[in-house]
Structures are given as structure tokens and as C-alpha cells.
């Protein structure tokens, strides 16, 4: 179980110890109690309180991925008027139905169908709250004694935690780093087995930055069609891409193989707060359309709560009306950013970038520990980091890398330059005399 701590009690290295032992017993296949799991924003909650309190320097976070926060990435106008709309009509204050109104999953399919060879109904879809809530949904669905899931590393731990709460056991492909992060495929066919029900693809990639190509996108397909599993394609960053590979959902490939489509208005539209997000049966076989298998999910959304009614109700507006501008300019926004991003990086020494990010909000960066004089682990870096430079980063450990750090670059570019200069400054003030 987690250790119970009081932030004004406990030291940072109490709290360091804490989360180190945390983070290596905790993990659900591992047969530790699913409580004692910790979660990114838990992660980031114990670093910002590690920041020295009479440090004079302002506390720069490059660990949440909320580009919310910073004025430079605002959500376009025609979603702030929609709500209002939605709002000030007053049809909107009662209870939708349990599985989203339908003018909403109906605007959904259209909005999704134009990036695919086939056209989604309203029936396909299922309105969650925030993609998190649609990953549990999707393991729920799929949890039976004795089964396993395929998740990615470094992945989302998100899909760990739900699966302990399901008792579905978990399984670990890598993601190849000197491959652009892609999937190694000969991993997954290795790890599959009779009892294996689906691998999940992230796509935009959350923590790497990368983007899979058509090509690799169709080999994941052919590999989970021999292996009769489905694939679960969390789509959160959908079409946040600004690199080679333009992005391709997964649900392209859904003839060749069941896919099950999670994603959400968060990132694109910049409103993470708004929980507004999507379960989505991409499916031209009909393997979810069968009655019996639409009565579970059906019966399953009766016992959720999903979105607030008038932010569902604003959804067709804001997909059917918001302008290519808006996205252009985030896209640009994000290119930038991980630009100057990738050049600090190159500044310092002690971390490597494998792989310049090309789409998503954050990359995955190496630590070189061999360098640092008094360093022990990746937890160990982002905790001094934190208390003497007031810069927050994500160890690696948390998404599945030990001794890696992921860096989000969705942020003020004045904010990220500073973020990186200080982690320059502690590496030289830590540097190993050589």
C-alpha cells in the first residue's frame, strides 16, 4: 500500500524513498494491491512539493501535458460559443442518455468517418468522459478470468491501473527507440497467447512524440489479425502531427481487424478540463454489432456517468464548425516548440533525444547517469531537479523507462527555453569530473 505522508512532515528524500519504492513494487502484475499504483499526476504532485520553498525561482512544469495552462495554446472561440449556446438554451440541464446524446455521437461518426474508407454510425459510437474514462471502459469489456492484454513500453500507465482493477494480466511489447519507437512486432507475436485479447497502439505517440507510418500502421493490423486479437487505438492526439508521417487512424485498417477507437476533444481542441471523450467500435465486420455484445456495453454505460449534457450537446458545433486555421495554428505552435525542444536537449550532455518528436505533446529523453557525479536513478534526477532548479519533469520510470525522463514541450516557448537552460545549469553543477 502506498505510504501515508504529510507534505509538511515528511522530507523530499522521505518522499523520494516513498515513490522509488512505490514505483518498483507497484505495479499490478506484479500482485501488489492495485492501490499502491501511482499515477502521473500523483508523480508530478510529490515533485512540485520537493521544490524548495525558498528557492526564488518560479516553478516551471515540463511534466503535465495541459497546454491549457499556458496562454499561448488557447481552444478556438466557436468551442467557448457552443458551450454558451448549449448553455443559455436551456434544453440542456437534464440527464442525456447513458451512452450520449444522440446529435453528439451522431456528429462524432461523421467526424471520425472522414478519415476512413467506410462511414460510422451513431450506433458505434459512445460518449465517455475523457478518453481515461473510455480506456477503462475498453478493458472492462474485455477482462475474463485468465486473460491478457498487450500494452506498450513506455506507455500510459493509465491502462496498468485499469487493468489491475479488472485482473487482466499485463504484457510487455517494447517500443524501439532506434525504430522511431515503433511496436516491436516480433515481441508481441511472442508474448501472444490463446488468452490474449487485444494490444493497445498509441498513436500520436504519449510519452515518445512519434507517429507511425501507413506502413507500420498496416503491419500491427496483419500481426493482431494472425494473432485473432483486436487492437485498442487510443487516439487522444489525433492528428497532432507536424513531422514525416502524416497521422492515420487505426480504424483504417478495422476490415483487416477489430479496432476499438478511444479519443477525446482534450488535446486538439485544447480543453482537457471539459471530459468530453469517445468509445468507438470501428468495426465494418460487426464483431461489436452482434446484439449481445451491444446489450453489455449498453448495460455497461447504465452504471457510468458520462460528460456534463450541455458540453455534449455543444459537440456538434464545435466538430462541425471549427476552422483549419485553429488547427494549423496549434500544429505550428507544437512544431516550435518541440524544435526548440530538441535543440536544448542537444545543450546537455547527461540526455539524449533518440528520436525528434513529430507529433503529441512530449518526448521520451535518455539519461546518460554515467556523467552525473551523484545521481542515482531517473526518480533521483527529476527530485533534485525539482528542489534546486523549481523544474519539474517526469521520470521514466512512471511510463515504463527506467532511467529515461519524458519532457513535455506543449508550453510557453519562453518557459521551456528557461526549463531546459536550469536543467543545463544542474547538470554542470552535478557534472562528474572526468
Known sequence: MLKPYSPKAVTTQEHQKNLQENMENGAPNHGVDTGSTITIKGILSLLMEAIDENNDKRAISLGMGDPS??????TTHVAEQAVVDAVQSEKFNGYAPTVGLYQT???????????????????????????????????????RPGANILLPRPGFPIYELCAGFRNLE??????????????DLNAIEALADQNTVAMVVINPGNPCGNVYSYQHLKKIAETAKTLEILVIADEVYGH??????????????????????????????????????????????????????????????????????????????ILEQTEEAFFRKTINLLKEASDVCYDKIKEIPCITCPHKPEGSMAVMVKLNLSLLE?????????????????????????????????????????????????????????????
Open 105 to 143: 455521437r451522431r456528429a462524432i461518426a461523421e467526424y471520425l468517418s472522414r478519415d476512413l474508407p467506410y462511414e460510422l454510425s451513431s450506433d458505434d459510437v459512445f460518449v465517455t468522459s475523457g478518453c481515461t474514462q473510455a480506456i477503462d471502459v475498453a478493458l472492462a469489456m474485455l477482462a
Open 374 to 434: 551523484d545521481v542515482s536513478d531517473d526518480i533521483d534526477f527529476c527530485f533534485k531537479l525539482a528542489k534546486e532548479e523549481s523544474v519539474v519533469i517526469l521520470p521514466g520510470t512512471a511510463v515504463g523507462l527506467k532511467n529515461w525522463i519524458r519532457i513535455t514541450f506543449a508550453v510557453d516557448p519562453s518557459f521551456l527555453e528557461e526549463g531546459l537552460r536550469r536543467t543545463k545549469c544542474f547538470y554542470l553543477r552535478h557534472a562528474k569530473l572526468l
Open 69 to 74: 495552462a499556458y496562454s499561448c495554446f488557447h
Open 240 to 317: 497532432l502531427a507536424f513531422g514525416k508521417n502524416p497521422f492515420v487512424p487505426m480504424g483504417v485498417f478495422g476490415s483487416e481487424v477489430p479496432v476499438l477507437t478511444l479519443g477525446s476533444l482534450s488535446k486538439r481542441w485544447i480543453v482537457p478540463g471539459w471530459r468530453l471523450g469517445w468509445f468507438v467500435t470501428s468495426d465494418p465486420g460487426g464483431m461489436f454489432r452482434e446484439p449481445k455484445t451491444m446489450k453489455r456495453i449498453k448495460k455497461y454505460f447504465d452504471i457510468l456517468g458520462g460528460p456534463a449534457t450541455f458540453i455534449q450537446a455543444a459537440v456538434p458545433s
Open 170 to 183: 499485463v504484457r510487455y511489447f517494447d517500443l524501439l527507440p532506434e525504430k522511431g519507437w515503433e511496436a
